[in-house]
């Protein structure tokens, strides 16, 4: 059984090539990772300008062995006009959000296809930017920090036809990942509504469904010792320490297809400062799509009709 590369990245790469940037500067190849620091320095803003994006990075073939490896499959219900700009809200955030990578960050995972005349781009942890050589492979799949001057700038600079993918429940959310169980942290996020009214940008609810059965989590209950030292850590580094644990040393996912469904827009007017109860307003409306898209796909994609959708 073929270990997803998807897994390596995640949880090594960054730090591999930070501690090989580290090391080389002490050794007599020193002139190679300074000079390389010297232009991540110059560099240092084009992740919040668009990044740079590389068809020939996405359509690696490794990326297809992944998609495969599941499989992952996204399901479309509507048209998204390119003469449009879209903020699609990813749920749920899972432990390593395969479902969102593969649709929106690879050549393979049919969105292009589905959508043609859009661009995505998948927003992640900012910090993951800041890590040498690591950095260059995020951009080249046209990630992008999530960060305010990042997603104002694809939402504003580079016309209309962009699908900006958030993670909405972010690492709060891997903390309630864990097979059969449908959290969504959502409640108190509201700065993508907020967002997607300033720039008149349509709202579109995703659902990945099979992404909490991909690993095994223990999850500690709300006011619990543990959970609160993950909730202290997460502050302090951007993301949550879970104990999980797959197939093959615990990191390589279990095999279990993930289906991707992209939802219909909800109609967004632009309002450069919007007053809060606009901002309440649409994500009331946002809430209700997504907990519709996600009970009329919930059997179809492999869900009891007893499961249910739990918004915190």
């Not at 740079?52 to 297809?64: A, F, L, P, Y």
């Not at 509507?78 to 432990?95: A, D, M, R, V, W």
């Not at 619990?224 to 990191?251: D, E, H, N, Y």
Request: net charge positive; aromatic share 12%.
């Amino acid at each position: 059984m073929a270990n997803p590369p998807w897994v390596t990245n995640v949880t090594s790469s960054g730090a591999f090539f930070t501690l090989l940037t580290i090391y080389l500067l002490f050794t007599s190849l020193w002139l190679l990772p300074t000079a390389y620091l010297l232009w991540m320095v110059l560099d240092w803003s084009t992740p919040e300008r668009g990044s740079r994006q590389s068809d020939w990075v996405r359509k690696w073939q490794v990326w297809r062995h992944f998609k495969n490896y599941f499989p992952v499959k996204l399901v479309k219900t509507t048209e998204l006009s390119p003469s449009k700009n879209y903020i699609l809200g990813s749920h749920p955030h899972g432990i390593m959000c395969v479902g969102a990578f593969c649709c929106f960050s690879t050549g393979y995972g049919g969105f292009s296809e589905a959508f043609p005349g859009l661009r995505a781009n998948l927003a992640i942890l900012a910090g993951l930017f800041r890590l040498p050589i690591f950095r260059e492979y995020l951009m080249s799949a046209g990630m992008c920090p999530v960060s305010k001057p990042s997603l104002e700038h694809l939402l504003s600079r580079r016309g209309q036809g962009n699908a900006v993918v958030i993670v909405t429940g972010g690492a709060a959310e891997s903390l309630d990942s864990a097979p059969g169980i449908n959290v969504v942290v959502m409640k108190q996020r509201k700065g993508f509504v907020r967002l997607a009214l300033e720039y008149g940008a349509d709202l579109v609810p995703v659902y990945s469904f099979g992404e909490n059965e991909l690993f095994k989590q223990v999850v500690f209950p709300e006011g619990s010792m543990a959970r609160s030292l993950q909730t202290i850590f997460k502050k302090l580094i951007g993301f949550a320490p879970c104990l999980f644990m797959g197939q093959s040393w615990g990191l390589v996912p279990y095999k279990r297809p993930v289906t991707t469904v992209v939802g219909g827009p909800i109609p967004v007017p632009r309002r450069p400062s919007p007053p809060e109860e606009m901002v309440d307003h649409y994500h009331s409306l946002y809430m209700e799509a997504l907990t519709k898209l996600f009970h009329e796909h919930k059997v179809s994609c492999g869900l009891s009709e007893s499961h249910d959708l739990r918004i915190i």
